[in-house]
């Protein structure tokens, strides 16, 4: 099979790379390119929603959304196996009309399923239930010797582990069997909340989050002062048929949603200026208040999935998403730090989301562990790295981390720094994958494996 020559990037535009494209079709022909290909190394790469440069590699990427197909699905436990090209939208389609939910989900249901295991995604019930890894009972991996090994919690648990978070660097993922949550409904039962400070957001958090399995907040992160961190909580529960009325009780899984909308082309500079920033987060916090309300799921969960394109927004120059983790004990006072660097340099996020995070998970690179994790979307501007590294020092004095999946800039020093299991990571990757067949740009720059020589 034949690659493509191709500049790609990740979901924020952010440094482009050319990378020499493969689109197999099967699982033979990636062992064929790996066998025979001239490229050093390789990547995954699957819907590319992943922000930084995690799914590039200037050597060789495997686009494989077209390993696509749905193996096998038990009714009675939910269990679904599955090819790794298979999105979260497409198990949505087929599975949520016969009661069956994913078990977690990111901000999108663009993702590949493959994504979702490298990358060890974290949704809205984190503080309950973990992350996408905790629902993975078998994976289907192709390693470096192009050999298909199976690895779950009783056969290969190390290899599982380094998978599970391990961003594609021990091998192809090539299917998994998961297991998909029952619900009653398409629709949630969600309680809209607002805090005036960030000081009432966590308090919010910490009296009332066990009484719901999905919470989330909108922060308004220009906001300073007293109103520092001012955000809208967003809680709730997957709603029970009984909470349905009239049409909706007649056809509990079929919601009617708002037509979407498109970017069409990349957006200049001021339709996201910190003026109109400062605007949009103002009219946002007014126009809520304290209530409870029925949504659509994917209002709910994917509101930025109705606007196609919306990374067009921050134009051609791009942006990052710096999403930063504190424990427990100093998340407040980091994301007080945070929050107000921000806002000192004038940069605005048009999108800033607060959750709380549970206890961690088994993956050797898994992000999240007890407590509050906060994404900022960062247009790219000239000194948009000493604002990174700035960030990062406050991110390093209290304890916290970045996410691989959303990172684009972070050093090697301040990697070692915030994943402590790296060392027991590259043992399981140096035995599986001792040529370094399996790397990306991230990769290299953070120092999971060697540079270019």
């Not at 399923?113 to 905790?134: M, T």
């Not at 990349?266 to 949009?280: C, I, K, Y």
């Amino acid at each position: 099979m034949r690659a493509r020559l191709q500049r790609l990037t990740g979901w924020g535009n952010f440094r482009a790379t050319d990378c020499h494209v493969y689109r197999p079709e099967r699982s033979r022909d990636i062992a064929q390119i790996l066998a025979a290909s001239a490229q050093k190394d390789f990547i995954s790469r699957g819907l590319g929603r992943s922000y930084g440069d995690s799914a590039l590699n200037s050597n060789g990427v495997l686009w494989h959304a077209r390993l696509n197909r749905m193996l096998a699905f038990d009714p009675k436990s939910g269990a679904l196996d599955c090819e790794a090209g298979v999105s979260l939208h497409d198990i949505l389609r087929v599975f949520l009309f016969k009661g069956f939910f994913l078990p977690v989900t990111p901000g999108t249901k663009h993702v590949t399923l493959g994504g979702a295991i490298a990358a060890d995604v974290h949704g809205k019930n984190h503080h309950k239930d973990g992350s996408f890894g905790a629902f993975v009972d078998e994976i289907r991996l192709m390693n470096a010797a192009q050999e298909i090994v199976v690895c779950s919690r009783e056969q290969n648990a190390d290899l599982f582990q380094a998978t599970i978070g391990g961003m594609g660097l021990t091998g192809v993922i090539l299917s998994a069997r998961i297991r998909l949550r029952p619900v009653e409904t398409a629709y949630m039962d969600v309680h809209y909340q607002k805090a005036e400070s960030l000081d009432r957001a966590l308090e919010l958090f910490s009296a009332d989050d066990a009484r719901f399995d999905y919470s989330v907040a909108w922060v308004d992160c220009l906001a300073g002062g007293k109103s520092l961190g001012r955000s809208v909580l967003m809680r709730g529960h997957h709603a029970p048929r009984s909470a349905l009325s009239g049409w909706r009780q007649e056809h509990p899984f079929d919601v009617r949603g708002k037509r979407g909308s498109s970017v069409p082309f990349n957006m200049p500079g001021f339709v996201l200026s910190p003026f109109a920033v400062r605007t949009f987060n103002a009219l946002y916090y007014a126009m809520h208040s304290n209530t409870k309300r029925l949504v659509g799921y994917e209002e709910f969960f994917y509101p930025l999935d109705s606007i196609a394109n919306w990374n067009r927004l921050y134009g051609k120059r791009g942006f990052v998403q710096y999403q930063v983790l504190f424990p427990s004990a100093s998340s407040r006072q980091g994301l007080v730090e945070i929050l107000e660097a921000l806002s000192r340099s004038g940069r605005a996020s048009f999108l800033a989301v607060l959750k709380s995070s549970g206890a961690a998970g088994e993956g050797l690179l898994s992000y999240l562990f007890a407590g509050h994790t906060l994404a900022l979307d960062i247009a790219t501007f000239p000194g948009l790295a000493e604002l990174l590294k700035s960030l990062d020092k406050i991110v390093l004095k209290h304890g916290g981390r970045l996410y691989l999946a959303k990172d684009a800039c972070m050093d090697k020093g301040t990697f070692a720094a915030m994943y402590p299991n790296t060392a027991r990571f590259k043992e399981v990757k140096a035995r599986v994958d001792p040529g370094q067949k399996f790397a990306s740009e991230q990769a290299r720059r953070v120092g999971l494996v060697e540079a270019h020589g």
